[in-house]
Every structure is written in structure tokens, then in C-alpha cells.
């Protein structure tokens, strides 16, 4: 399924929106190959038979209205781990856009960037960090938004962030570039119900979790259910999660796992939980009480002993109760 709404209650006919950004582009390079795959199958059966091979050991073609590449690239797979890759960069302006990882806008920074289809692998590098380095510099980057032309290890960047590491007047410059692991969090995770949600069609955006995800489970009858990653970045359950309010388990690339509860059915609102996905916010400190000095008696008046004053009690360390740290060690994912 692409990026679209569901009707209240859900029907059959159900029909996707034009989804914003680069997503058009994406979709019709899908379409055409897929045409050119069945395309493909026909020619190998025709000269299979041909030849006096039986039909039967061909390929046979895709079947009716499956997009070929939905999955993303064969050997897909977001930048992860911290290792070093080599590449080259250029640049754009998504003039605001959030990109094909469905942010509602663009960095107040402006400071992004798009990967090619094998490394953007289907949404699953969108909210992750890049740290690229070119003649002048580095630029720490997020990850939201895809470039369809983009061969592995081409990264398109924000105009800013091309500014920050080259001149652009060169506009094509070599760089290097790796994922930066557990970078600082803004803030607590973000909820964001797509429009057109209900009890029967669950899609979710989770911002502010730092590290690409591996999964997003939403608790439901006693038991965790998984929802399924869009290649638009929404977390998809087709049959619904019910009317909620949805206690939701998301868990990153390198295993940090948080719970965040209270998640309501606001379709198109971003809703900030207490929950952060790792390194929960450091308490501040109580500065230490410093003793009075006694002071000395005059001549002309008796000499009392000075009463010291009683020290503030210290304040309690403010810490985040929700936070869960990470559970089980993570499971090799699929590039699907």
C-alpha cells in the first residue's frame, strides 16, 4: 500500500493519495518497473517456447497489481554502525517539505539531506543522522527524504548544509560520511496520527528517536502488535488498533527500546510524550549550602555565641520514570 487515507469505516475502494515531496516521482520509477519486469517475463516465456523449452520452467510474471520494488532495492539497508563511507554530495531545497519520511516540515536548522533508494531502503534510514565531511568541513544532517536518482553513496544535501562543507559553486564536491550512533535527542518521542486514522486504520509517525528504527508495536488485547514501516515512514496497522488511547513500544537499530502510553487518535496533531528513547534527561543539581561565617563580637556589647543557621534540605533528583532502557539485544532485520 502507498501513502494514502482511509475512508470511516474502511471499504475495498480504498484509493491513495499523491503523496508530497519526491513520493511521485518514486512511485511512477516503481510502476515502470514493474511494467518492465513483466515485460521482461513475457519476452523469457516466448523464447523459452521458442526454443522447445516447456513454458512451465519460466519465470512467470508478476502477479496483477503488485509493485515490483515495494519492498525497496534488493540489498537495501540505511547507513548504521558508525563506519566511515566514501561518496560524493550535492544539493536541493525541499522549500520547507518534510521530505518522503513524512515530517510534516523541514528541520528548523535546515540542515538535511536525501539518500538514493539503496540506502534510503524503504523509510528505514528516515530520522537517523549523518555526519558528512567535504573540503571545508562537517555537517551533522538528518536523514528525510529519499533522491530516485541517486546511485549508493550519493547524498543530495540541504543548500545550508552543502554551504557548511563546500563552496556551492562547486556544486558536486567528494565527501565522506558515516552514521552517527545515539546522537543528543531534542526532546521526548512524538506521536503523529495520519489523517484519515480511526479504530479501523492505525498509521503512525514516530519523531525525535535519534537512531533509525527497526520496529514499532502497539499494545492491544494483553499482547504487543507489530505494525508494519511504510516506505512514506508511517508505521501501519491495515486492520486498526482499536479507538485508543494506544500504549506504543518503539525500539531503534541498536536495541534502546522506550513505552510511551497515553498516545490518543488525533489524526494530523503531533502529540509530545514524557518519553525519551535513551538518555533520559540528566537531573540538575542542588548547589551546596554555604555555612555562615560567625561574626565578631563588639566590646561595648556582651559576646554571644553565634547561632548557625540550619542548611537547606536538598532538593530530590528530577528523573523520568518512563523511561525503558533497551530490553533485548537487536535481531538481524530484513532489507525489505
Known sequence: MTDGTAPHPPTDDRAPATAPGRRAATRRRRLAAAGLVTVAAAVAVALAVRGGAAPACAAPPPPAGVEVLAAGPLGAAPPVGGTTR????????????????????????????????????????????????????????LVMDQCPECAPGHLDLSAEAFARIADPVQGVVKVSYRAVVNPPLSGPLTFRMKEGSSQWWFAVLVGDHGNPLRSVEVRQNGSWRAAQRQDYNYWLIESGAGPGPYTIRVTDVYGNRATAAGVRML?????????????????????????????????????????????????????????????APPTPTSCA
Not at 543539581?285 to 540550619?310: E, H, N
Open 86 to 141: 566514501s561518496g560524493k554530495a550535492t544539493f536541493y531545497d525541499s522549500a520547507g517539505a518534510g521530505g518522503n519520511c513524512s515530517r510534516p516540515a523541514a528541520p528548523a536548522n535546515r540542515m538535511y539531506v536525501a539518500l538514493g533508494p539503496s540506502e534510503y531502503a524503504a523509510g528505514a534510514s528516515c530520522g537517523g543522522f549523518l555526519d558528512v565531511t567535504g573540503p571545508r568541513g562537517t555537517v551533522r544532517v
Open 267 to 327: 489524526p494530523g496533531q503531533v502529540q509530545r510524550s514524557a518519553v525519551r528513547m535513551y538518555g533520559a534527561k540528566p537531573a540538575p543539581t542542588t548547589p551546596t549550602p554555604k555555612k555562615p561565617r560567625p561574626t565578631s563580637p563588639t566590646p561595648s556589647t556582651p559576646t554571644s555565641t553565634p547561632t548557625a543557621s540550619t542548611p537547606a534540605a536538598p532538593t530530590s533528583a528530577l528523573t523520568d520514570p518512563l523511561v525503558q532502557a533497551a530490553a
